[in-house]
């Protein structure tokens, strides 16, 4: 039987004993920790790496979004709150579930069921770039994402922050082009420019850009240009 390695996230100590109460009568559920404010549920997640987090909405020093939004690797995620005006945004987010409180025992089991319906992920060791298959959680203002590293087509630098694309849309994080470089697959993203990385698993076709350089045509239209100074180790890395 499949076991699902969980952690709860609610800044009220009585929530957090009825939803034990409740995990109590699923076999498959192991309760490894609890947190009660965004930075504890930030280094319990982060140290414990759960496979599924349980996580309120509202909590002190935030919210549950801004959780998800400074981890390095996002589990399964099911909210927990007694707000649904946060639906929406939660499934945006691609939540697997959402439930309001007080959480009745029935939907709790279909949202258990739900995520054991997922492929099992095995956690990568602490530091290891993050690869295709590894979600991630994306925010620009009111609207968040999960998706998979694979759908990002390409990122821009633009300022302090980085436009990230993927699926035809683009979101404005606060990260340096350069951290973002360091946390992904250096096999699948490329140093086109000072200013842009590149999926190359995105690319459909290349043609000859200014001077020595060249156009990457990706997936979905996006063009990039990969600068005279990159354009040698383009070669060599697509060379056979």
């Known amino acids: 039987m499949r076991r699902l390695r969980t952690l709860l996230v609610d800044d009220s100590r009585l929530a ?3 939803l034990r109460t409740l995990l109590a009568a699923h076999a498959e559920i192991d309760v490894i ?11 319990a997640v982060t140290g414990l790496q759960p496979d599924l987090l349980l996580l309120d909405i509202q909590l002190p020093g935030g919210s549950g ?29 691609n939540a697997l579930d959402y439930l309001l ?21 095995q956690p990568a060791p602490r530091g290891t770039p993050l690869v295709a298959g590894d979600p991630v959680f994306l925010r620009d203002g009111e609207r968040c994402w999960f998706l998979k590293v694979g759908e990002i087509s390409h990122i ?6 980085a436009h990230v694309h ?14 973002l470089e360091e946390r992904l697959d250096p096999a699948a993203f490329f140093r ?26 990706l997936e979905g ?3 990039v240009e990969v600068s005279r100074r990159q354009a040698r180790e383009f070669r060599e890395r697509l060379a056979l």
């Open 156 to 161: 821009e630098i633009d300022g302090n922050y």
């Open 16 to 18: 957090r004993g009825e």
């Open 101 to 121: 409180k007080p959480v009745e025992p029935a939907r709790l089991a279909q949202a258990l069921a739900r995520v054991l319906q997922r492929p099992s992920e």
């Open 192 to 217: 086109a420019s000072r200013a842009v990385l590149v999926n190359l698993r995105h690319v459909r076709n290349v043609e000859p850009g200014v001077g020595d350089g060249y156009v990457l045509h």
């Open 33 to 43: 920790g609890e947190a009660d404010d965004v930075e504890a549920a930030v280094v």
């Open 221 to 223: 239209g996006a063009q």
């Open 166 to 179: 993927f699926r035809g849309q683009r979101a404005l994080v606060q990260r340096s082009l350069a951290l």
């Open 65 to 93: 979004f801004d959780v998800l939004e400074r981890l390095p690797r996002v589990p399964a995620v099911v909210f927990c709150t007694a707000y649904d005006q946060h639906a929406v945004r939660a499934f945006e987010a």
